[in-house]
């Protein structure tokens, strides 16, 4: 099951894209990961903590804290990962670190071997993504860029181009964390992407409530949704939560339709 | 140490890791300062507040006393006397103009031991610029008279209470800092790491203590020393001084501290921006560095020492907290100068080794002074 198969065939069919976040090493992620893809999830991204995640606010900080205190590993969550039978596509995200240390080929293939589609690598801009995303794509495992309000026309034109799976449109100028408004730059990255690319694009960061994630769906193909779910993974420590938060965030965007 | 390769490269080492977000801006930055670089009134404005800002040229100490005990002749790179009391002033006046040049009306620094905070809340205050500072609870607790410097002087410091709360930690608040506010704000990096063009650039900016120091010994030795030392965390004032001397036959000796000692003890990894050294665990988790001093208490060092030092043309070593706090009070008692902790551990390492240096003549950047490390020496040594 490819990432952006599976995504384009959902988007085709007038269906808007839902991609929520957890945390790999959370007490019950697998759990959450299962009953989010029952919730009305199209996929799912599994983090994979870093000691020094720099795109991410407070929320995922702790998370990433939390996490790694109990001892998780990368290991750890691909072997968790291995067990889960979610039914959609599994991106993992993390940081490029723990990607160099483990080598690149060797964590390629490990992704593909534990049924792992895609992967977000958010501190390896388009300039050093070569060693990686040749493994990557040897192995079959597609590499999703990140694409910023920052960047020029060409420079969008060229992340869309070599992006696999989706488009990742970061929605403001900042860090992962919930916000009271939709920022006004969502709208426009994605109206920015979907004038150069025809592969699906998602906005994220920043997207924290069902009427935000609707509204960003009247131009994006869809959200990633990360520090909305993880607040409820740390203040409930079940997947009963996230679930219902998903199911909710879903109904919203179906609404619209 | 010329220009970087393609891409910010010193060897395998270097680059630019950041969130895409940035990457707009370190190519904006990359541009400008070559711009800048290349042109004589920035230059020459540059050297005018150097020098009638911020003391320059610093002058070179011919330490007889201490040079007595040790059987070796020490010559002090005196950055120690800089106005707001180290080499940090060099880089951060070069960034602030910099950073009007490009329009950019807000400044936003980390800080360990306090000294890049404090000169970055200088040039802000100096330019009219706002200022914001990101420091570990750990080193605001250490490092208390600091933290009200960069008050007093308007800049806002905030605390970080994340990881290990000490220099790393600052440094991913001030980057994420820097990820929401990339439009109106200069990100003024206080070493020669993080993304390119940041390690270039800050060492062009401190490679005025290198010329300066070369001139300054061929003046009294007729000669470049045998030896040039400096602490290095990051390695800003190595850089600086090693920039001078890296064509000569002088030998490169860059000191870290134990508990910090990325090329002693690290292994190739990426953080902040960079592939470079870095302490870390076999997963790839960054780990917390631990020092006596807070401007070295940092796991990763910048991408040309790490370049550097697979070579060969400089070598590091390592002391411990104790040596290091020794060779503070023996600096003191000797010459009268008060070094900071951070320039003690060349000096230690210089002390310890002696026989191997005697009768060679040893240029040290002594690059802050240790006025704002009284307290927590006394504290320590009771």
Redesign the interface.
């Known amino acids: 099951m490819t990432l952006e198969s599976t995504l384009r065939e959902r988007r085709d069919a007038g269906r808007k894209l839902l991609v929520p976040y957890v945390t790999g090493g959370l007490e019950g992620w697998g759990d959450a990961v299962a009953a989010m893809a029952g919730a009305g999830a199209d996929a799912v991204e599994v983090g994979i903590p870093f000691s020094d995640p720099v795109m991410d606010g407070p929320t995922i900080q702790e998370a990433s804290e939390r996490a790694l205190a109990g001892g998780t590993t990368p290991e750890t969550v691909l072997s968790g990962i291995d067990g889960l039978d979610a039914g959609i596509p599994v991106v993992v995200m993390t940081y490029y670190n723990p990607v160099f240390r483990f080598g690149h080929e060797r964590f390629a293939d490990r992704l593909r071997t534990v049924g792992v589609s895609g992967a977000i690598v958010p501190d390896l801009p388009l300039e050093e993504l070569a060693p990686w995303a040749i493994a990557a794509d040897d192995a079959g495992v597609e590499t999703v860029l990140l694409a910023a309000p920052t960047a020029p026309d060409e420079r969008l034109s060229a992340i869309c181009d070599r992006s696999r799976g989706f488009v990742y449109g970061v929605a403001l100028l900042g860090v992962t964390g919930e916000r009271e408004h939709l920022a006004s730059t969502t709208r426009k990255i994605a109206q920015r992407l979907k004038a150069v690319t025809d592969r699906p694009v998602l906005v994220g960061v920043g997207i924290s409530t069902p009427d935000q994630a609707a509204e960003a769906c009247e131009v994006a193909d869809g959200v990633v949704i990360g520090s909305a779910v993880v607040r409820r993974m740390l203040d409930s420590g079940g997947p009963e939560a996230p679930a219902e938060f998903v199911a909710e965030v879903r109904a919203r965007m179906n609404e619209n339709r | 140490m010329g220009e970087p390769a393609e891409?910010g490269r010193f060897g395998e080492f270097g680059?630019?890791?950041?969130?895409?977000?940035?990457?707009?801006?370190c190519e904006e930055l990359e541009k400008a300062f070559r711009e800048a670089w290349g042109d004589l009134d920035f230059r020459s404005e540059l050297e005018g507040l150097l020098r009638d800002y911020a003391g320059r040229p610093s002058p070179l100490t011919d330490c007889t006393h201490i040079s007595e005990d040790l059987g070796l002749r020490l010559l002090l790179k005196r950055e120690d006397l800089n106005h707001t009391g180290s080499h940090k002033i060099n880089n951060v006046v070069g960034q602030a103009l910099l950073a009007r040049r490009m329009g950019k009306t807000r400044l936003v620094a980390e800080t360990g031991a306090g000294q890049h905070g404090v000169a970055t809340a200088t040039a802000a205050a100096l330019f009219g610029m706002e200022c914001c500072v990101y420091m570990g609870e750990v080193d605001m607790e250490r490092q208390e008279l600091n933290v009200f410097r960069m008050r007093l002087l308007g800049a806002e410091v905030r605390g970080v209470s994340?990881?290990s709360r000490t220099l790393?930690?600052a440094i991913?608040d001030a980057?994420?800092d820097w990820?929401?506010?990339?439009?109106n704000t200069h990100y003024c990096d206080g070493s020669v790491v993080g993304p390119h063009p940041y390690p270039w650039m800050v060492r062009e900016f401190q490679r005025i203590v290198g010329q300066e120091a070369f001139q300054q010994c061929h003046d009294l030795l007729g000669d470049v020393p045998d030896v040039v030392t400096a602490c290095v965390g990051g390695g800003s004032n190595a850089a600086g001084i090693f920039s001078g001397f890296v064509d000569t036959r002088a030998e490169l000796v860059g000191v870290e501290p134990e508990g910090g000692a990325a090329l002693g003890r690290g292994v190739?990894?990426?953080?902040?921006?960079s592939?470079s050294f870095?302490l870390?665990d076999?997963?790839?988790?960054?780990l917390e560095a631990e020092s006596i001093s807070a401007g070295l208490d940092y796991p990763g060092v910048g991408p040309e020492h790490a370049h550097l030092a697979g070579t060969g043309r400089a070598r590091y070593e390592q002391v411990g907290d104790e040596e290091v706090l020794e060779a503070f009070s023996l600096l003191s008692r000797t010459e009268g100068i008060i070094p900071a902790l951070e320039p003690a551990h060349a000096l230690a390492w210089v002390s310890r080794a002696r026989e191997e240096l005697a009768g060679k003549s040893v240029l040290l950047n002594l690059s802050g002074r240790g006025d704002k490390d009284v307290d927590q020496v006394m504290n320590r040594l009771g």
């Not at chain 2, 680059?15 to 801006?25: C, D, H, K, S, W």
């Not at chain 2, 990820?179 to 439009?183: L, Q």
């Not at chain 2, 190739?268 to 921006?273: K, Q, R, T």
């Not at chain 2, 076999?282 to 960054?286: K, N, S, Y």
């Open positions: 891409g680059g630019r890791y950041i969130p895409e977000t940035l990457v707009p801006a994340s990881g790393k930690d991913n980057l994420r990820v929401a506010t990339v439009e190739p990894g990426v953080v902040h921006g592939k870095l870390q076999e997963f790839g988790q960054v």
